[in-house]
């Protein structure tokens, strides 16, 4: 982006990681979880990317708010990384027990939206003595120092004329590289005289399917808070199947359009006047779901082929989700999958359940009732096309989960931390997602980087050189099915036993290859720093490489390894700054 002369704002830093009184918590974390997880993504953006500005978090790490955290936005962010930018706040700027004159000395530089008692603060503070002038002079210069090389200071001849069908065409394509196939069982259709992978669809195969759930009529585009985006339209599945000759049951369409609006004009009206902020920030709503007797749903299976049914889940920036309604299935979306798939099983027709959430949810408990499973996200207003698309093949699905599918919610150990949303300790320390659950051996719904495809692939030929700073990893990819499509290799190193407690393995490194016909192979090659492959040493505020034999692991996902190779990996040590120590004392999850 910045490349086009735009700057970016990367956000929120750090640790911004629960919406329950974010503009409070204190989020209590070991220096080594900061730096090895929830720093580490904003070091590699400055590090690698340089963005114009970030954008301080509202929340409290290790007793101090992040907008007045000097270890957080000097001694780690300049000092450390180099960061040349600017630090702003996040919105609504002064909090209680926070001085305006500590967020300057801190190193934040513009103060979102600004108040005046927050001008007069400054002032005062610099004519009392209580803040030093070189402290207020050094944020001006590097407000002045971005000011001049943003677009409307070089007077950038803006257009609001942006090719629109293009962009929505890098959206149709882009969603269908991320759609993750959960699950595709053989089954036998009524209309075919042998067993064959539920999806894709043949051509003329299923010619009517029968909708169910209220989003596959209201099909979630994107997020909420700062993941809200006001399409102009969203192709929801009726029209996706439609673009691509695949028609709808005609009752039940109906019944759920109709549903749908009488759904959205309630919501506005019961939705109180001074709440707007709840629709301009807040975009799609997920509204209740909508219930049939067996009797209905028996009848849609004369007339469809198949049956779809959607799970919708909108969540994102302003709250947490709730782990009974949204993370688990409530009964009318447990019953409708259940029914469903018992009407229409017993006439050997398939159903697929479409997964539009952006995160994940619940699985285990009805998983084996559908023939297919599909993880659509929330894939932007092409939506309904992209999974057209991956429904019939004309796109093979090569997308991969980016994060562990538990059982329960409750089987991620962080989950106690939350109970208490004033201060949260993270005793989970760095056993956070697949490094909790592949180094305890906690069984899963689906592992972190899992996803299927319509065809096979075989990973050989690994191979590993440690040369000077950069381990250089490859390995061959072949597709071994009969249709084309892309795979995702993905490097997981385990670290030899040393003075420092690491995790079963960790991912290092990823590639996809490019669409490879049947037959096919390509040798894939990512480069891994070996700064990368340290532990944060708090003892020694280091980051320290020990040396010793690495085992490095090519697959599919964490726990679908396809290959393997080993190197020496000589010592490397980094000194930082010794910054944000916790103040109170954590009992660390050990293996």
Same mark, same amino acid.
């Given at each position: 982006?910045?490349? &086009?002369?735009?700057?970016?704002?990367?956000?929120?830093?750090?640790?911004?990681?629960?919406?329950?009184?974010?503009?409070?918590?204190?989020?209590?974390?070991?220096?080594?979880? #900061?730096?090895?997880?929830?720093?580490?993504?904003?070091?590699?953006?400055?590090?690698?990317?340089?963005?114009?500005?970030?954008?301080?978090?509202y929340n409290q790490i290790n007793g101090q708010y992040s907008m007045g955290n000097r270890d957080l936005l000097t001694s780690i962010l300049r000092d450390d990384w180099g960061f040349r930018g600017i630090v702003m706040t996040d919105w609504i700027g002064i909090r209680k027990g926070l001085e305006t004159i500590t967020e300057v000395q801190a190193g934040n530089d513009l103060m979102e939206p600004g108040q005046p008692?927050? $001008?007069?603060?400054?002032v005062e503070g610099v004519k009392s003595g209580k803040l030093d002038i070189k402290d207020v002079d050094r944020n001006v210069r590097r407000m002045l120092e971005y000011i001049v090389k943003t677009p409307s200071f070089h007077q950038y001849p803006a257009t609001n004329k942006p090719d629109l069908k293009a962009h929505a065409a890098i959206t149709r394509q882009s969603a269908c590289e991320g759609i993750v196939l959960?699950?595709?069982?053989?089954?036998?259709?009524? *209309? @075919?005289?042998?067993?064959?992978?539920?999806?894709?669809?043949?051509?003329?195969?299923?010619?009517? $399917?029968?909708?169910?759930?209220? *989003?596959?009529? *209201?099909?979630?585009?994107?997020?909420?808070?700062?993941?809200?985006?006001?399409?102009?339209?969203?192709?929801?599945? $009726?029209?996706?199947?439609?673009?691509?000759?695949?028609?709808?049951?005609?009752?039940?369409?109906?019944?759920?359009?109709?549903?749908?609006?009488?759904?959205?004009?309630?919501?506005? /009206?019961?939705?109180?006047?001074?709440?707007?902020?709840?629709?301009?920030?807040?975009?799609?709503?997920?509204?209740?779901?909508?219930?049939?007797?067996?009797?209905?749903?028996?009848?849609?299976?004369?007339?469809?082929?198949?049956?779809?049914?959607?799970?919708?889940?909108?969540?994102?920036?302003?709250?947490?989700?709730?782990?009974?309604?949204?993370?688990?299935?409530?009964?009318?979306?447990?019953?409708?999958? /259940?029914?469903?798939?018992?009407?229409?099983?017993?006439?050997?027709?398939? $159903?697929?359940?479409?997964?539009?959430?952006?995160?994940?949810?619940?699985?285990?408990?009805?998983?084996?009732?559908?023939?297919?499973?599909?993880?659509?996200?929330?894939?932007?207003?092409?939506?309904?096309?992209?999974? /057209?698309?991956?429904?019939?093949?004309?796109?093979?699905?090569?997308?991969?989960?980016?994060?562990?599918?538990?059982?329960?919610?409750?089987?991620?150990?962080?989950?106690?931390?939350? @109970?208490?949303?004033?201060?949260? !300790?993270?005793?989970?320390?760095?056993?956070?997602?697949?490094?909790?659950?592949?180094?305890?051996?906690?069984?899963?719904?689906?592992?972190?980087?899992?996803? #299927?495809?319509?065809?096979?692939?075989?990973? +050989?030929?690994?191979?590993?050189?440690?040369?000077?700073?950069?381990?250089?990893?490859?390995?061959?990819?072949?597709?071994?099915?009969?249709?084309?499509?892309?795979?995702?290799?993905?490097?997981?190193?385990?670290? !030899?036993?040393?003075?420092?407690?690491?995790?079963? &393995?960790?991912?290092?490194?990823?590639?996809?290859?490019?669409?490879?016909?049947?037959?096919?192979?390509?040798?894939?090659?990512?480069?891994?720093?070996?700064?990368?492959? @340290?532990?944060?040493?708090?003892?020694?505020?280091?980051?320290?490489?020990?040396?010793?034999?690495?085992?490095?692991?090519?697959?599919? +996902?964490?726990?679908?390894?396809?290959?393997? /190779?080993?190197?020496?990996?000589?010592?490397?040590?980094?000194?930082?700054? *010794?910054?944000? @120590?916790?103040?109170?004392?954590?009992?660390?999850?050990?293996?």
């Amino acid at each position: 982006m910045q490349s &086009q002369g735009a700057g970016v704002s990367a956000k929120h830093f750090a640790v911004n990681s629960q919406e329950t009184n974010r503009t409070g918590v204190d989020e209590q974390v070991s220096q080594r979880a #900061l730096r090895e997880l929830y720093l580490r993504g904003f070091e590699i953006a400055v590090r690698e990317s340089q963005p114009w500005t970030i954008m301080s978090s509202y929340n409290q790490i290790n007793g101090q708010y992040s907008m007045g955290n000097r270890d957080l936005l000097t001694s780690i962010l300049r000092d450390d990384w180099g960061f040349r930018g600017i630090v702003m706040t996040d919105w609504i700027g002064i909090r209680k027990g926070l001085e305006t004159i500590t967020e300057v000395q801190a190193g934040n530089d513009l103060m979102e939206p600004g108040q005046p008692a927050q $001008v007069k603060e400054i002032v005062e503070g610099v004519k009392s003595g209580k803040l030093d002038i070189k402290d207020v002079d050094r944020n001006v210069r590097r407000m002045l120092e971005y000011i001049v090389k943003t677009p409307s200071f070089h007077q950038y001849p803006a257009t609001n004329k942006p090719d629109l069908k293009a962009h929505a065409a890098i959206t149709r394509q882009s969603a269908c590289e991320g759609i993750v196939l959960l699950k595709n069982a053989q089954f036998t259709m009524h *209309n @075919a005289q042998s067993a064959a992978p539920c999806l894709p669809w043949k051509d003329g195969q299923v010619k009517t $399917v029968a909708l169910f759930g209220e *989003n596959s009529y *209201n099909f979630l585009s994107g997020g909420t808070g700062s993941g809200c985006v006001h399409t102009p339209y969203v192709v929801d599945m $009726v029209e996706g199947l439609k673009n691509a000759g695949i028609s709808t049951s005609k009752t039940l369409t109906d019944i759920y359009r109709k549903y749908y609006e009488y759904a959205r004009v309630k919501f506005q /009206a019961e939705r109180h006047p001074a709440n707007w902020f709840q629709q301009e920030m807040f975009g799609q709503q997920k509204y209740p779901e909508a219930t049939f007797t067996p009797i209905a749903i028996g009848k849609e299976v004369r007339e469809a082929d198949a049956a779809i049914v959607t799970i919708g889940r909108q969540a994102g920036e302003g709250a947490d989700r709730d782990i009974a309604t949204e993370f688990n299935l409530i009964d009318t979306e447990r019953q409708l999958i /259940a029914d469903v798939c018992k009407a229409f099983h017993a006439a050997n027709k398939p $159903v697929i359940v479409i997964i539009n959430s952006g995160s994940v949810i619940e699985t285990a408990s009805w998983r084996d009732e559908p023939d297919a499973i599909i993880c659509a996200w929330q894939p932007g207003e092409e939506g309904g096309n992209s999974m /057209a698309d991956i429904l019939t093949g004309k796109v093979n699905p090569s997308g991969h989960l980016t994060m562990t599918w538990p059982i329960a919610a409750t089987d991620h150990p962080s989950t106690e931390g939350y @109970a208490n949303p004033v201060a949260t !300790p993270h005793h989970e320390d760095i056993y956070v997602g697949y490094r909790y659950f592949d180094s305890f051996n906690k069984e899963v719904a689906y592992p972190f980087g899992y996803g #299927l495809s319509y065809t096979t692939f075989e990973f +050989s030929k690994p191979k590993v050189k440690v040369s000077g700073k950069t381990a250089t990893v490859s390995v061959t990819v072949k597709n071994t099915g009969k249709v084309a499509g892309k795979e995702v290799a993905q490097v997981y190193v385990t670290a !030899p036993k040393g003075s420092i407690e690491k995790p079963a &393995q960790e991912l290092k490194a990823f590639a996809k290859t490019r669409e490879l016909q049947p037959g096919e192979q390509q040798v894939l090659t990512m480069q891994i720093p070996v700064r990368m492959l @340290a532990s944060f040493d708090e003892a020694g505020s280091q980051w320290l490489t020990e040396a010793g034999q690495y085992t490095f692991k090519i697959g599919a +996902s964490s726990r679908d390894i396809r290959c393997t /190779a080993t190197a020496k990996v000589g010592r490397y040590s980094e000194k930082t700054t *010794n910054a944000l @120590a916790p103040k109170v004392k954590l009992n660390l999850l050990k293996q």
